[in-house]
């Protein structure tokens, strides 16, 4: 029987991290709960090993249930039904499944029925779970959306909600607009408090909302009247079972058909207060943000996985000129660079959920007890490294899976043009990764000041001090001149003195970051893995060096006065 989870040792690699002992650690508050949980464990090995049980039937599952549904489901799709949307009916097969499994609740603490995992294990079920069906991805991975409530919302409403999430109940974040896209500020939504009801109502239409018939919502809405920017928003908990919402519409789309996507229509839609008025954009969205943000890099990893296997199967078939095409250098070669993309992918994936456990867990024993002035020097360190690794782990990873799904379909020829084969279906799932949950460009604007302030170049040295395996030193000194050429890109994209041309170089910038530190993480694991990882390395670095260099040569050419060239629209007459 196939198993997402024992087919790749990847896995348990990145479980074995040196940081998942303090992770452990802090998670399980020194094993508190082996006395009242007969789950919980007694120690690090323990823990581990509750994480890999819960992968292998994730693993399970996944091989055997998501992907042999998949493909009916990416047929069928949702249905629109008297204002109620109804999933494909093989979706119902998988939620019935991963609910009979246990497999919701995955972060939440025992108290309210989850399993109190962290974040890197819950990561990994995503990739395996995106691997299978990336649009089933989405639904079980809304389950995220908790994490909010849990930090955010009262205790009556943990208690309330946070155990029907365990339980298996579906979750949504109903954020976009019609006229508001990337740009929240311009949400309108409205939020009236109604004495009488005892109550807030919701009354407006949401658009672009995946799993937007789910059965608990978070939603943004504005509660101050007269406000038109981010200070007059607040976040609220929307129950379907109070009624006042319906589907109008559900959309027609490219890929992903099994997760539907909504448009609804509040009409005195009874709904609570999450946390503070006003906090609604500033505070809660961010937090829900890089939590969809991990979410999708994960999915992007899955699909970058799932369409190397494609094309590495066929290209081992395929005969032309009496031999298989992998023989071929021209086919070896974009096998190995999407293997390099997918192993470095998911190596800046588990490091940032590491950073994110780390912070996220040291931020929730804050609200128990006072932090000690080590915790708190952690707590910090942790928050920046997270918030530096989120822009980088989702924009680079959901780039690479639309080149290795492009790349995928190459290999297959004109068979891949086909839609019997699988790989039309993940390149038509995978476009909407480097789009959705913040576009590849706002994940630039995410990253910018890191790279202008040299947090990023900071972070570049510290591992560039890193020790290597002696046949991957050549490799590291290939990275050490990458990061001069860097150093000398960033200082002189700021030197420009201009704005327009800096916003410009912005993304050339960060995909040098990326490949840098993409490189170096690369180039670790290889050292402790080198059965694993060394050949992704070297591939890896040569392909990142390609690139560096490249943008380094053009950033450096580039003055202000080109942008002529490329603008758009016409500069209005005075």
């Given at each position: ?85 109804h999933y494909a009916s093989k979706t119902y097969e998988n939620l019935d499944a991963t609910r009979k499994a246990g497999l919701w609740g995955v972060s939440m603490p025992r108290r309210y029925g989850g399993l109190n995992m962290p974040v890197t294990p819950y990561s990994m079920a995503s990739e395996i779970v995106a691997a299978a069906d990336a649009g089933f991805q989405n639904i079980w991975s ?124 509040f009409k005195n839609a009874k709904a609570e207060l999450c946390g503070s008025t006003r906090l609604g954009l500033i505070k809660y969205v961010m937090a829900l943000m890089n939590g969809a943000r991990l979410g999708i890099a994960a999915q992007s990893v899955g699909v970058s996985q799932a369409a190397y296997n494609e094309a590495l199967a066929y290209a081992k078939e395929r005969k032309q000129f ?169 200082n002189y994209a700021k030197e420009l003195g201009n704005q327009e041309a800096h916003d410009f170089l912005a993304r050339r910038l960060y995909d040098m970051t990326g490949d840098i530190m993409m490189s170096l993480l690369i180039l670790d694991d290889a050292t402790r893995a080198p059965e694993l990882f060394t050949k992704s390395s070297n591939v890896y670095v040569r392909m990142a060096e390609e ?28």
């Amino acid at each position: 029987m196939a198993n997402y989870y024992t087919d790749h040792p990847e896995f348990e690699f990145h479980l074995n991290h040196p940081l998942m002992k303090r992770i452990v650690e802090l998670k399980e508050r020194n094993f508190a709960d082996k006395d009242e949980y007969a789950d919980a464990p007694v120690d690090y090995q323990d823990a581990i090993e509750n994480y890999k049980r819960m992968l292998e039937i994730t693993g399970d599952i996944a091989a055997n249930v998501l992907e042999p549904n998949s493909e009916d489901v990416d047929l069928e799709g949702p249905h629109l039904v008297d204002g109620r949307m109804h999933y494909a009916s093989k979706t119902y097969e998988n939620l019935d499944a991963t609910r009979k499994a246990g497999l919701w609740g995955v972060s939440m603490p025992r108290r309210y029925g989850g399993l109190n995992m962290p974040v890197t294990p819950y990561s990994m079920a995503s990739e395996i779970v995106a691997a299978a069906d990336a649009g089933f991805q989405n639904i079980w991975s809304l389950q995220d959306c908790i994490e909010t409530l849990y930090e955010f919302g009262n205790e009556e409403q943990r208690q309330k909600y946070i155990p029907r999430v365990c339980a298996g109940e579906t979750m949504s974040m109903d954020l976009t607009e019609p006229d508001a896209g990337s740009d929240l500020q311009r949400v309108m939504l409205k939020a009236t408090y109604s004495e009488e009801q005892g109550c807030w109502l919701l009354n407006g239409v949401k658009r672009f909302i995946t799993n937007g018939d789910s059965d608990i919502h978070l939603v943004l809405a504005r509660s101050e009247a007269g406000t038109h920017d981010g200070r007059g928003l607040s976040m609220f908990i929307y129950d379907k079972r109070n009624g006042g919402v319906t589907v109008r519409h559900i959309e027609n789309k490219l890929g992903i058909h099994g997760s539907p996507t909504c448009e609804l229509v509040f009409k005195n839609a009874k709904a609570e207060l999450c946390g503070s008025t006003r906090l609604g954009l500033i505070k809660y969205v961010m937090a829900l943000m890089n939590g969809a943000r991990l979410g999708i890099a994960a999915q992007s990893v899955g699909v970058s996985q799932a369409a190397y296997n494609e094309a590495l199967a066929y290209a081992k078939e395929r005969k032309q000129f009496d031999k298989a095409i992998i023989n071929f250098p021209a086919v070896y070669d974009m096998l190995a660079r999407m293997k390099a993309k997918l192993d470095a992918g998911r190596s800046i994936l588990y490091m940032t959920a590491r950073y994110v456990d780390i912070y996220k867990t040291l931020e929730d024993i804050s609200r128990e007890r006072k932090l000690t002035p080590e915790e708190r020097q952690e707590l910090k360190k942790y928050t920046k490294l997270a918030d530096a690794f989120t822009p980088l782990a989702k924009g680079m990873n959901s780039e690479y899976v639309n080149q290795n799904a492009y790349d995928a379909i190459q290999v297959h020829g004109g068979s891949g043009f086909i839609m019997e084969y699988k790989s039309q279906r993940l390149y038509r799932d995978a476009r909407i990764f480097s789009i959705y949950e913040g576009t590849t460009q706002l994940q630039v604007v995410a990253a910018i000041r890191y790279i202008t302030n040299g947090t990023y170049l900071g972070i570049i040295k510290e591992m560039l001090e890193g020790e290597v395996a002696e046949e991957l030193k050549p490799l590291q000194e290939r990275v050490r001149k990458m990061t001069e050429l860097y150093e000398q890109a960033v200082n002189y994209a700021k030197e420009l003195g201009n704005q327009e041309a800096h916003d410009f170089l912005a993304r050339r910038l960060y995909d040098m970051t990326g490949d840098i530190m993409m490189s170096l993480l690369i180039l670790d694991d290889a050292t402790r893995a080198p059965e694993l990882f060394t050949k992704s390395s070297n591939v890896y670095v040569r392909m990142a060096e390609e690139e560096v260099v490249g943008h380094y040569t053009y950033v450096k050419s580039f003055i202000a006065e080109d942008l002529v060239n490329f603008r758009a629209a016409e500069a209005a007459a005075e």
